[in-house]
């Protein structure tokens, strides 16, 4: 069974960082590419980054890029999200979601249960 | 606002079919594949639909998709009261070369 477990999230002052993890399980973890979704609180779904199997290809929503870098250890079955320069709109219900993904179509198969990151002074 | 367009909400009653649309542009659904995505209340969003009118395993065939140029839609047939949730589509971005997502469409069943 594939699972997903983000944790890392709270609440942190504007302007800190925070780093999300995501700790993956039930599939072979060095296969796949993964990717960060997230929810700001009664609001829709926001892609904000993904990264490869092999940590070749980075990509990044342009609301995060040049704050957030996000990593894999496929060693550990895990993958990260460094979120510098924290603001206020990035409070939101972080997902770590599973790139299922064929020669024609790619789509978010799995998703985890979300942390919670508030911004907030 | 969201690349995508979706209507905020749609209803019907138990037993009717819906369909809720889905809107994108040249660099998205014009050029790949759409998905579909449940969550229920309080809930993480669950895969629904995969390139353009795949069910995954479990998903019951009275969920299909359908796609047409830069527009798809989803159609939920034998509504049920379980069904009502929030449903999203999302369409990879070649412009943006990430994901995006509609605004998602609030379903009632009445």
């Known amino acids: 069974e594939v699972q997903l477990v983000e944790s890392g999230g709270g609440l942190v002052q504007p302007g800190r960082s925070l780093r999300l993890s995501c700790a993956a399980s039930g599939f072979s973890f060095d296969d796949y590419a993964m990717h960060w979704v997230r929810q700001a609180p009664g609001k829709g779904l926001e892609w904000v980054s993904g990264?490869?199997?092999?940590?070749?290809?980075?990509g990044y929503a342009d609301s995060v890029k040049g704050r957030f870098t996000i990593s894999r250890d496929n060693a550990k079955n895990s993958l990260y999200l460094q979120m510098n320069s924290l603001r206020a709109e990035d409070t939101a219900l972080y997902y770590c979601?599973?790139?299922?993904?064929?020669?024609?179509?790619?789509?978010?198969?799995?998703w985890g249960q979300g942390t919670l990151v508030t911004v907030s002074s | 606002q969201s690349v995508l367009t979706q209507p905020p909400s749609a209803s019907g009653t138990p037993g009717q079919r819906v369909t809720i649309s889905c809107s994108g542009s040249?660099?998205?659904?014009?050029?790949?594949?759409v998905s579909w995505y449940q969550q229920l209340p309080g809930t993480a969003p669950k895969l629904l639909i995969y390139s353009n009118n795949q069910r995954p395993s479990g998903v019951p065939d009275r969920f299909s998709g359908s796609k047409s140029g830069t527009s798809a839609s989803l159609a939920i047939s034998g509504l049920q009261s379980e069904d009502e949730a929030d449903y999203y589509c999302?369409?990879?971005?070649?412009?943006?070369?990430?994901?995006?997502f509609g605004g998602g469409t609030k379903l009632t069943v009445l």
């Open positions: 990264i490869s199997w092999n940590s070749d290809s980075t």
């Open positions: 040249s660099s998205n659904i014009g050029s790949n594949t």
């Open positions: 979601a599973k790139g299922d993904c064929s020669s024609t179509s790619c789509q978010a198969g799995y």
């Open positions: 999302a369409a990879w971005d070649d412009s943006l070369n990430g994901w995006v």
